[in-house]
T-cell receptor, first 109, second 118 residues
Framework: GEDVEQSLFLSVREGDSSVINCTYT??????LYWYKQEPGAGLQLLTY???NMDMKQDQRLTVLLNKKDKHLSLRIADTQTGDSAIYFC?????????WGAGTKLIIKP | GAGVSQSPSNKVTEKGKDVELRCDPI?????LYWYRQSLGQGLEFLIY????????KSGLPSDRFSAERTGGSVSTLTIQRTQQEDSAVYLC????????????????FGAGSRLTVL
């Protein structure tokens, strides 16, 4: 069945790069998404990538897609304390988004 | 409105009482979703609306849960005879009409309604 998997936690030092990884199973997904959830808030779209692309860059964010391995990653350059949040990966399946469990990014000073 | 509004933001109720949670989506968004997020967990899909109809109710956990949407806009999620395991954050999201997969289905979320059942 459809499943999206992510590590539950990632700890990085302030100023370093963070790389959050995700694997998905539905090869027919046309879009893959990254959402951010700060404490006490809803989810906020960070970026999405079309499945025929292998990379998308937006300021400090870089998304890499390996369609063969069904692997998606989000790199955050120069990680700041404001990046502390839970990051959700999702793939589309018709009208639905199939969600990972979220990766909590912890920033160490 | 400018964003997705949910009310109440916090609700504390006693076991056995009924609760209603409200979602006001972005104007013009025909698709509306309800999710449940338990503490430290991911998103659990509850129900999807396209306009006023709900083609997918498969995520509703029991017949104590129901939802409706009127005028293609505001939606209400009702939980009858609440139980302690219903305690969670209930998130609503809306998106433009999902045009058969020809475009990215970008969901915009509300801040959620935190339900605590004592």
């Amino acid at each position: 069945g459809e499943d999206v998997e992510q590590s539950l936690f990632l700890s990085v030092r302030e100023g370093d790069s963070s790389v959050i990884n995700c694997t998905y199973t539905d090869s027919s997904s046309t879009y893959l998404y990254w959402y951010k959830q700060e404490p006490g808030a809803g989810l906020q779209l960070l970026t999405y990538i079309f499945s025929n692309m292998d990379m998308k860059q937006d300021q400090r964010l870089t998304v890499l897609l390996n369609k063969k391995d069904k692997h998606l990653s989000l790199r955050i350059a120069d990680t700041q304390t404001g990046d502390s949040a839970i990051y959700f990966c999702a793939e589309n399946s018709n009208y639905q988004l199939i969600w990972g469990a979220g990766t909590k990014l912890i920033i160490k000073p | 409105g400018a964003g997705v509004s949910q009310s109440p933001s916090n609700k504390v109720t006693e076991k056995g009482k009924d609760v209603e949670l409200r979602c006001d989506p972005i104007s013009g968004h025909t698709a509306l979703y309800w999710y449940r997020q338990s503490l430290g967990q991911g998103l659990e899909f509850l129900i999807y609306f396209q306009g006023n109809s709900a083609p997918d109710k498969s995520g509703l956990p029991s017949d104590r849960f129901s939802a409706e949407r009127t005028g293609g806009s505001v939606s209400t999620l009702t939980i009858q005879r609440t139980q302690q395991e219903d305690s969670a954050v209930y998130l609503c999201a809306s998106s433009l009409d999902w045009a058969g997969g020809t475009g990215a289905n970008v969901l915009t979320f509300g801040a959620g309604s935190r339900l605590t059942v004592l």
